[in-house]
C-alpha cells in the first residue's frame, strides 16, 4: 500500500503534453512509416499520403478551431496551460518541420527508390523532344479545353477558390487582344481533371512513367496566354476551416440546415496557404490579402502542393512485389455451418475482430434479419457506412416488406455529410424511420438491434463494435464487434434507442456504459476501484487502448492510481496528454503507440478487480468530446472465452510488439521500440499469422 502524495496538484500544467503538439507527433509518426526500408515501397508511398492528407485535417480542424477561439474571446488555454497563441505558433513551427521532412522523404527516399524500380515522375528532370512534344499535344486536347484561365483586372476579379484545391499563378508581361497590360493570371484546376497522368509507352524512357497535372499547368502556362510573356508560375492551394457550426435553435430541419453549411464550407475561412517556393513576393502578397492571411500561415513547398495526389499511382501500378501480400479475411467456424444466424448467436455471444476476420458475418445476420417473417424490427446507428452498402440496401428491403426499420444516422460524421444525407433520403424512401441523432451530441455509438418473435416471445440480439459498419474500412481499420442474445446487454441498447428516438429522460443502464450520462463516471469508478485495491495491498492493474487520450479528469485519475501503486498501460495511437515516467506522479504508466499496415481503431478497456478482471470495447476515446459531448457506447465482453480472446489479441499482443512500437516519453517524445535480444514481435504480423492458420 502506498499513500497518495498529498503536496501532488494532478491538475497542475506541467503534467499536461499539449494535445495539437501530440496529434502533430503522430503524423511525424506516420510519416516514419514511410521512410521504413522494411516496409514494402509502394506501402511507404502510401504512409507518405496519408501524412500529408493527416496534415490537411489538421489544418482544416485544429488549427482552424483555435484561430476561431482566439477571435472570438473563448481563448482559454488546455490543461497544459500553453497560451492559444503560443500553440498556434508552436503548430506552425513542427508543422514546418514536418512539411519539410515529407518533401525530403519524396526528394531523397521515395522517387530514386521508385525510380530503381521503373516508377519514373517526371516533373524536375530533362525531358525528351519526344516526351516534350507529346506533353505539349496532351496539354492542348485533353487540358486546354476544360481550363478557364483568368487574367486579373477591375473586370476580373480574383476568383473564388476552392478548399484544397490546386492553382497556378502566372505573372505576365505584353498586351492581349483588347490591349490590355499583363499583370496576374489564375488557373484553376478543374477537379474533373487526373492529378497524376501516365506517359504512354511510346514516350516513357521507364516501365511507369508518370508526370504531375501541376508541371503540365506551369510547363505550358505559354499555351494558355498566347502571344503574353510569361515571367513565372507558382502553385498554390488554400486550406479552409471545416468545422460545421450548427446551434440547436436554428435547426428545425437539420439536414437541411446541414445542407446549405455543406455548399458554403468549401469558401469558408482560409487557414492556410501553401506555395511553391518559386512564388514571387508580388503574387505571394495578392494571395495573402485575397485569402486575409499573414506571411505566419504561408507554407513553401519544395514540390508539388499535394503530395497526396501521389497516392493515385498505388493503383495505377500493377506491382503487387511493391505492396503488402494479400490476405482473405477469415470467417470464423460458427459461421460457416449451415445453420441461421439466429440459431448461431443463440448458441452463445460471438466475435469478430476485423480486419483478421471478416465482415461478412455482420452482412449477413442484417440479410436474413431483412427476409425472416419473424423479425418484427431492425434498428442501427450509422456514422460512416459508404453509400454503396449491402447494409442500405437490407434496411431497405428490410422496411418495405413491413418490418419496423430505425436507422440513426449521424450527418455530422465529418467529411461524410453529404454522403449521409444521401444514404437518409434513400432509406426514407424505402419506409425506414430515419432519425438525425441529437443535436449538439454526435451519435458516435454503433449498435444493431433486432427484434425478433420466437415461440411466441419476443427475443433481441444485438451487434456492437468499435468500428463503423462500413465495408471498405472493415479491412483497413483493426475493431472488434460482438454479437449477442444477451437479455441484459440488448435490453440496454434497447433503451439507448429509445433515448435517440424520443424526447423522454436519461434511463440507468444495467450493463452497458453511455455517454454522455455513465460512461465518463463509470470508467471514473472502475480506476477508484483499483486504486482501492491497491490501497489494500492487493494487485491492481489497468490496460486501455485508444485512438486517443485528452480528457483532463481521466488523466488525473490515472496519475492518482499510479501514485496508489497500480500498474497502468495504456495502448495510444495519436495524441496523448498524459506524461508517464514522471517521479512521484506516472512513473508506473507506460504509453505505446502501435503503426503499421492497419490503422489501429479498437477501443478495448481492462480493468484487474483483485483477480475478476472486466474487459469492455467501445466506441468511445477517452476525449472529452467522447466521454461528455457524444453518444456513445460501452460494452462489456461478459463470456470467459472471449474475454480472454479480446486481452489476449488486442492488449497483451500489443504490448508485446517490439517492431512496430513507438514509447512515449514524459517530454512528449516517442523512440521507436526494439527487439534488443528479444525475439521480434509484431502484433498485426502475428494476428495476420494466426488468423490465416
Given at each position: 500500500?502506498?499513500?497518495?502524495?498529498?503536496?501532488?496538484?494532478?491538475?497542475?500544467?506541467?503534467?499536461?503534453?499539449?494535445?495539437?503538439?501530440?496529434?502533430?507527433?503522430?503524423?511525424?509518426?506516420?510519416?516514419?512509416?514511410?521512410?521504413?526500408?522494411?516496409?514494402?515501397?509502394?506501402?511507404?508511398?502510401?504512409?507518405?499520403?496519408?501524412?500529408?492528407?493527416?496534415?490537411?485535417?489538421?489544418?482544416?480542424?485544429?488549427?482552424?478551431?483555435?484561430?476561431?477561439?482566439?477571435?472570438?474571446?473563448?481563448?482559454?488555454?488546455?490543461?497544459?496551460?500553453?497560451?492559444?497563441?503560443?500553440?498556434?505558433?508552436?503548430?506552425?513551427?513542427?508543422?514546418?518541420?514536418?512539411?519539410?521532412?515529407?518533401?525530403?522523404?519524396?526528394?531523397?527516399?521515395?522517387?530514386?527508390?521508385?525510380?530503381?524500380?521503373?516508377?519514373?515522375?517526371?516533373?524536375?528532370?530533362?525531358?525528351?523532344?519526344?516526351?516534350?512534344?507529346?506533353?505539349?499535344?496532351?496539354?492542348?486536347?485533353?487540358?486546354?479545353?476544360?481550363?478557364?484561365?483568368?487574367?486579373?483586372?477591375?473586370?476580373?476579379?480574383?476568383?473564388?477558390?476552392?478548399?484544397?484545391?490546386?492553382?497556378?499563378?502566372?505573372?505576365?508581361?505584353?498586351?492581349?487582344?483588347?490591349?490590355?497590360?499583363?499583370?496576374?493570371?489564375?488557373?484553376?484546376?478543374?477537379?474533373?481533371?487526373?492529378?497524376?497522368?501516365?506517359?504512354?509507352?511510346?514516350?516513357?524512357?521507364?516501365?511507369?512513367?508518370?508526370?504531375?497535372?501541376?508541371?503540365?499547368?506551369?510547363?505550358?502556362?505559354?499555351?494558355?496566354?498566347?502571344?503574353?510573356?510569361?515571367?513565372?508560375?507558382?502553385?498554390?492551394?488554400?486550406?479552409?476551416?471545416?468545422?460545421?457550426?450548427?446551434?440547436?435553435?436554428?435547426?428545425?430541419?437539420?439536414?437541411?440546415?446541414?445542407?446549405?453549411?455543406?455548399?458554403?464550407?468549401?469558401?469558408?475561412?482560409?487557414?492556410?496557404?501553401?506555395?511553391?517556393?518559386?512564388?514571387?513576393?508580388?503574387?505571394?502578397?495578392?494571395?495573402?490579402?485575397?485569402?486575409?492571411?499573414?506571411?505566419?500561415?504561408?507554407?513553401?513547398?519544395?514540390?508539388?502542393?499535394?503530395?497526396?495526389?501521389?497516392?493515385?499511382?498505388?493503383?495505377?501500378?500493377?506491382?503487387?512485389?511493391?505492396?503488402?501480400?494479400?490476405?482473405?479475411?477469415?470467417?470464423?467456424?460458427?459461421?460457416?455451418?449451415?445453420?441461421?444466424?439466429?440459431?448461431?448467436?443463440?448458441?452463445?455471444?460471438?466475435?469478430?475482430?476485423?480486419?483478421?476476420?471478416?465482415?461478412?458475418?455482420?452482412?449477413e445476420l442484417l440479410r436474413q434479419a431483412s427476409t425472416d417473417a419473424d423479425v418484427l424490427a431492425i434498428r442501427q446507428t450509422l456514422y460512416r457506412v459508404g453509400e454503396d452498402s449491402p447494409l442500405v440496401g437490407y434496411l431497405a428491403e428490410a422496411a418495405r416488406s413491413g418490418?419496423?426499420?430505425?436507422?440513426?444516422?449521424?450527418?455530422?460524421?465529418?467529411?461524410?455529410?453529404?454522403?449521409?444525407?444521401?444514404?437518409?433520403?434513400?432509406?426514407?424512401?424505402?419506409?425506414?424511420?430515419v432519425v438525425y441523432g441529437v443535436v449538439g451530441y454526435k451519435t458516435h455509438a454503433k449498435m444493431l438491434l433486432i427484434v425478433r418473435r420466437e415461440r411466441g416471445v419476443l427475443c433481441r440480439y444485438a451487434h456492437l463494435s468499435t468500428g463503423n459498419y462500413h465495408l471498405a474500412?472493415?479491412?483497413?481499420?483493426?475493431?472488434?464487434?460482438?454479437?449477442?442474445?444477451?437479455?441484459?446487454?440488448?435490453?440496454?441498447?434497447?433503451?439507448?434507442?429509445?433515448?435517440?428516438?424520443?424526447?423522454?429522460?436519461?434511463?440507468?443502464?444495467?450493463?452497458?456504459?453511455?455517454?454522455?450520462?455513465?460512461?465518463?463516471?463509470?470508467?471514473?469508478?472502475?480506476?477508484?476501484?483499483?486504486?482501492?485495491?491497491?490501497?489494500?495491498?492487493?494487485?491492481?492493474?489497468?490496460?486501455?487502448?485508444?485512438?486517443?487520450?485528452?480528457?483532463?479528469?481521466?488523466?488525473?485519475?490515472?496519475?492518482?492510481?499510479?501514485?496508489?501503486?497500480?500498474?497502468?498501460?495504456?495502448?495510444?495511437?495519436?495524441?496523448?496528454?498524459?506524461?508517464?515516467?514522471?517521479?512521484?506522479?506516472?512513473?508506473?504508466?507506460?504509453?505505446?503507440?502501435?503503426?503499421?499496415?492497419?490503422?489501429?481503431?479498437?477501443?478495448?478497456?481492462?480493468?484487474?478487480?483483485?483477480?475478476?478482471?472486466?474487459?469492455?470495447?467501445?466506441?468511445?476515446?477517452?476525449?472529452?468530446?467522447?466521454?461528455?459531448?457524444?453518444?456513445?457506447?460501452?460494452?462489456?465482453?461478459?463470456?470467459?472465452?472471449?474475454?480472454?480472446?479480446?486481452?489476449?489479441?488486442?492488449?497483451?499482443?500489443?504490448?508485446?510488439?517490439?517492431?512496430?512500437?513507438?514509447?512515449?516519453?514524459?517530454?512528449?517524445?516517442?523512440?521507436?521500440?526494439?527487439?534488443?535480444?528479444?525475439?521480434?514481435?509484431?502484433?498485426?504480423?502475428?494476428?495476420?499469422?494466426?488468423?490465416?492458420?
Amino acid at each position: 500500500m502506498e499513500p497518495e502524495p498529498a503536496s501532488v496538484d494532478f491538475r497542475a500544467a506541467n503534467l499536461y503534453l499539449n494535445h495539437e503538439l501530440s496529434a502533430l507527433e503522430f503524423n511525424a509518426r506516420v510519416l516514419a512509416q514511410a521512410r521504413n526500408a522494411t516496409v514494402p515501397l509502394l506501402e511507404r508511398l502510401h504512409f507518405l499520403c496519408i501524412s500529408v492528407r493527416n496534415l490537411d485535417e489538421f489544418f482544416e480542424v485544429r488549427v482552424a478551431s483555435l484561430r476561431h477561439w482566439i477571435a472570438y474571446g473563448d481563448a482559454r488555454p488546455g490543461p497544459d496551460g500553453m497560451p492559444l497563441a503560443g500553440v498556434l505558433a508552436r503548430v506552425r513551427e513542427n508543422a514546418t518541420r514536418l512539411m519539410h521532412a515529407q518533401y525530403e522523404t519524396w526528394h531523397d527516399e521515395l522517387r530514386p527508390a521508385l525510380a530503381r524500380e521503373g516508377i519514373v515522375f517526371i516533373d524536375g528532370a530533362p525531358w525528351s523532344p519526344a516526351q516534350t512534344r507529346w506533353a505539349r499535344t496532351h496539354f492542348e486536347r485533353e487540358i486546354l479545353p476544360v481550363l478557364s484561365p483568368l487574367g486579373l483586372n477591375s473586370a476580373h476579379p480574383f476568383p473564388r477558390i476552392l478548399n484544397k484545391s490546386l492553382n497556378v499563378a502566372v505573372v505576365l508581361d505584353g498586351e492581349d487582344a483588347f490591349g490590355r497590360e499583363g499583370h496576374v493570371a489564375v488557373v484553376r484546376a478543374p477537379r474533373s481533371l487526373p492529378r497524376v497522368i501516365r506517359l504512354p509507352p511510346e514516350v516513357a524512357d521507364a516501365p511507369h512513367q508518370f508526370v504531375f497535372l501541376s508541371t503540365l499547368l506551369e510547363r505550358f502556362a505559354d499555351v494558355m496566354f498566347p502571344g503574353m510573356t510569361i515571367r513565372g508560375a507558382c502553385q498554390f492551394r488554400v486550406t479552409r476551416d471545416s468545422e460545421l457550426e450548427l446551434e440547436e435553435g436554428d435547426t428545425e430541419n437539420l439536414a437541411r440546415v446541414l445542407s446549405m453549411e455543406l455548399r458554403e464550407r468549401a469558401y469558408a475561412d482560409a487557414v492556410r496557404l501553401e506555395l511553391g517556393e518559386g512564388c514571387t513576393p508580388e503574387v505571394r502578397q495578392m494571395l495573402l490579402v485575397n485569402f486575409g492571411l499573414t506571411d505566419a500561415d504561408v507554407y513553401l513547398c519544395s514540390g508539388p502542393v499535394n503530395l497526396h495526389r501521389a497516392s493515385a499511382v498505388y493503383d495505377m501500378v500493377d506491382r503487387p512485389d511493391l505492396k503488402y501480400p494479400p490476405f482473405v479475411p477469415a470467417v470464423p467456424r460458427a459461421f460457416t455451418a449451415d445453420a441461421g444466424m439466429f440459431d448461431t448467436i443463440s448458441q452463445g455471444d460471438l466475435l469478430l475482430h476485423h480486419p483478421f476476420e471478416s465482415f461478412t458475418p455482420v452482412l449477413e445476420l442484417l440479410r436474413q434479419a431483412s427476409t425472416d417473417a419473424d423479425v418484427l424490427a431492425i434498428r442501427q446507428t450509422l456514422y460512416r457506412v459508404g453509400e454503396d452498402s449491402p447494409l442500405v440496401g437490407y434496411l431497405a428491403e428490410a422496411a418495405r416488406s413491413g418490418k419496423e426499420v430505425t436507422a440513426v444516422i449521424e450527418l455530422r460524421a465529418r467529411f461524410d455529410e453529404e454522403a449521409n444525407i444521401r444514404l437518409a433520403d434513400r432509406l426514407q424512401e424505402a419506409g425506414v424511420q430515419v432519425v438525425y441523432g441529437v443535436v449538439g451530441y454526435k451519435t458516435h455509438a454503433k449498435m444493431l438491434l433486432i427484434v425478433r418473435r420466437e415461440r411466441g416471445v419476443l427475443c433481441r440480439y444485438a451487434h456492437l463494435s468499435t468500428g463503423n459498419y462500413h465495408l471498405a474500412t472493415s479491412r483497413l481499420y483493426t475493431d472488434i464487434g460482438l454479437m449477442t442474445r444477451d437479455p441484459g446487454i440488448c435490453a440496454d441498447v434497447g433503451r439507448i434507442f429509445q433515448q435517440l428516438c424520443s424526447l423522454g429522460p436519461a434511463v440507468e443502464l444495467e450493463h452497458v456504459l453511455q455517454s454522455p450520462f455513465s460512461l465518463h463516471r463509470g470508467l471514473l469508478g472502475l480506476v477508484e476501484r483499483e486504486i482501492t485495491h491497491a490501497r489494500a495491498g492487493k494487485p491492481a492493474r489497468i490496460i486501455a487502448r485508444m485512438n486517443a487520450l485528452n480528457e483532463p479528469s481521466m488523466v488525473a485519475a490515472l496519475y492518482r492510481a499510479s501514485c496508489a501503486g497500480v500498474e497502468i498501460d495504456l495502448i495510444v495511437r495519436g495524441a496523448c496528454i498524459l506524461r508517464p515516467g514522471l517521479p512521484g506522479v506516472s512513473e508506473r504508466i507506460r504509453v505505446r503507440s502501435v503503426l503499421g499496415r492497419f490503422l489501429e481503431h479498437s477501443r478495448v478497456y481492462w480493468f484487474a478487480n483483485d483477480g475478476h478482471a472486466e474487459i469492455y470495447g467501445s466506441s468511445a476515446d477517452w476525449m472529452e468530446r467522447n466521454l461528455l459531448r457524444r453518444v456513445e457506447a460501452c460494452f462489456p465482453i461478459r463470456d470467459p472465452r472471449l474475454a480472454a480472446r479480446v486481452f489476449r489479441e488486442t492488449l497483451q499482443n500489443y504490448l508485446d510488439d517490439n517492431v512496430q512500437a513507438w514509447l512515449l516519453d514524459a517530454d512528449g517524445r516517442y523512440r521507436r521500440a526494439t527487439p534488443g535480444d528479444a525475439p521480434a514481435h509484431s502484433a498485426q504480423d502475428w494476428l495476420l499469422e494466426q488468423y490465416k492458420a
